[in-house]
């Protein structure tokens, strides 16, 4: 590899690291806003649910159509142009007055984040092969710090009575560094040639089998969860267990940031201990803090942030997995995948809104227990099937 190539794929590798920070603290600003639009703007919690399954029906749609720009441009091309996506929906947002146009921003948003997810992980697996679960999981790492800055953010601004469209006003200037970073890339580097493993089985990489559906099945029901906790924690902990809307939004900081040190620890261990064997243990372990952070009596919530550190490696392992089983269909393989974790982010929060428009958040948010269940049920499916 030239100098040339080696730089690039430093500037790569930066620049899918900055656009997963942004990625996650976009994603996570709505967990912390959600109530204030709520009363702001006279939503049920059905309305709440149909904004954030705009968001989460953009990201499906985008992850179809970034899986096939990313196949005939490149990566770097779909977070160019997903970077621009996302400092114009945040621009929006950063102004809206009316409740009809938080459904097209949020869906804007959804897009920006679906090419995010895709380009970046891409990047990553063509770049890192190899070590794809190492730096999947510290990818994922700043997804996390990402994910815990928002809602701090958001309640210290609450706190001082300030409208909840100044965190947006203060996210432009950063979030334009996006795609400044890739359009810089486009205009100056070229491609960094990739190689495919010598070792490779073709046969296995025929696409659509049964082991790819349980992996979509299995990102399908983890992302319902983590997307669902997100989404919906701070309301849970602020109307059921009487936390004040900073305590509940520290309280999701706090979730995101043992995520981010769980992260960190699996991109360092994972390897040594085995995808499947990592992943139903940490499953096994979330369940049990999420099952009994739900428990009656507020001194129980102080457990459900600790289902963040065993929710870490759940989807970084599972797709460094799908890059192991299917090198060549690559490109397919993640938008199949991200287009079941784009279901997923509709189907957790649309679950316990629903539920919750039906029974209250009580019942609601503890429904998400049910998809923690699917996921190691798969799992162990999947550890038959694949000898791990």
């Keep these: 590899?030239?100098?040339?190539?080696?730089?690039?794929?430093?500037?790569?590798?930066?620049?899918?690291?900055?656009a997963f920070l942004i990625f996650g603290f976009t994603d996570n600003l709505k967990g912390p806003i959600l109530p204030v639009l709520l009363e702001e703007f006279s939503l049920s919690y059905a309305q709440g649910s149909n904004v954030l399954l705009m968001l989460y029906l953009g990201f499906m749609l985008s992850i179809l159509g970034s899986g096939f720009i990313a196949g005939k441009y490149g990566n770097r091309y779909v977070l160019l142009l997903s970077g621009i996506i996302i400092?114009?929906?945040i621009a929006g947002m950063s102004l809206v007055q009316e409740k009809v146009l938080l459904y097209p921003l949020f869906f804007s948003v959804g897009i920006a984040l679906g090419g995010i997810e895709l380009g970046a992980n891409g990047a990553i697996t063509d770049i890192y092969h190899e070590k794809s679960?190492?730096?999947?999981?510290?990818?994922?790492?700043?997804h996390s710090a990402g994910s815990m800055a928002s809602p701090w953010i958001v309640g210290i601004l609450l706190e001082k009575g300030l409208p909840w469209q100044t965190v947006y006003k203060g996210s432009i200037v950063p979030i334009l560094f996006l795609p400044l970073i890739f359009l810089f890339l486009k205009l100056t580097a070229r491609e960094v040639?990739?190689?495919?493993?010598?070792?490779?089985?073709?046969?296995?990489?025929?696409?659509?089998?049964?082991?790819?559906?349980?992996?979509?099945?299995?990102?399908?029901?983890?992302?319902?969860?983590?997307?669902?906790?997100?989404?919906?924690?701070?309301?849970?902990?602020?109307?059921?267990?009487?936390?004040?809307?900073?305590s509940a939004s520290i309280m999701l900081t706090a979730f995101w940031g043992l995520m981010l040190l769980g992260r960190l620890i699996a991109s360092f261990v994972v390897e040594r201990i085995g995808y499947i064997k990592s992943l139903i243990i940490t499953v096994c372990l979330a369940l049990i803090f999420f099952g009994a952070g739900t428990l009656p009596g507020k001194l129980f919530s102080y457990l459900l942030p600790l289902t963040g550190f065993f929710?870490?490696?759940?989807?970084?392992?599972?797709?460094?997995?799908?890059?192991?089983?299917?090198?060549y269909n690559k490109h397919k393989v993640l938008?199949?995948?991200?287009?079941?974790?784009?279901?997923?982010?509709?189907?957790g929060p649309w679950v316990v809104g629903y539920s919750a428009n039906w029974r209250g958040i009580a019942i609601g948010?503890?429904?998400?227990?049910?998809?923690?269940?699917?996921?190691?049920?798969?799992?162990?499916?999947?550890?038959?099937?694949l000898r791990l």
Excluded at 1 to 18: D, N, P, R, S, Y
Excluded at 133 to 142: P, T
Excluded at 212 to 233: H, K, M, P, Q, R
Excluded at 335 to 347: C, D, E, K, T
């Design 1 to 18: 590899m030239t100098v040339k190539e080696k730089q690039t794929t430093l500037i790569v590798t930066i620049g899918a690291f900055f």
């Design 87 to 89: 400092s114009a929906a």
């Design 133 to 142: 679960s190492k730096y999947l999981n510290l990818l994922a790492v700043f």
């Design 193 to 246: 040639k990739i190689n495919r493993p010598e070792n490779d089985n073709q046969d296995s990489d025929s696409f659509l089998n049964l082991n790819l559906c349980l992996l979509a099945f299995l990102i399908f029901l983890y992302v319902a969860s983590e997307i669902g906790f997100a989404s919906w924690i701070v309301d849970y902990l602020y109307k059921v267990k009487n936390f004040s809307l900073k």
């Design 311 to 327: 929710f870490a490696l759940i989807f970084p392992t599972a797709t460094a997995l799908a890059a192991r089983i299917f090198p």
């Design 335 to 347: 938008s199949f995948l991200f287009f079941f974790a784009g279901l997923g982010g509709l189907a």
């Design 365 to 385: 948010f503890p429904m998400l227990i049910f998809f923690i269940i699917g996921t190691l049920i798969i799992l162990f499916v999947l550890k038959t099937r």
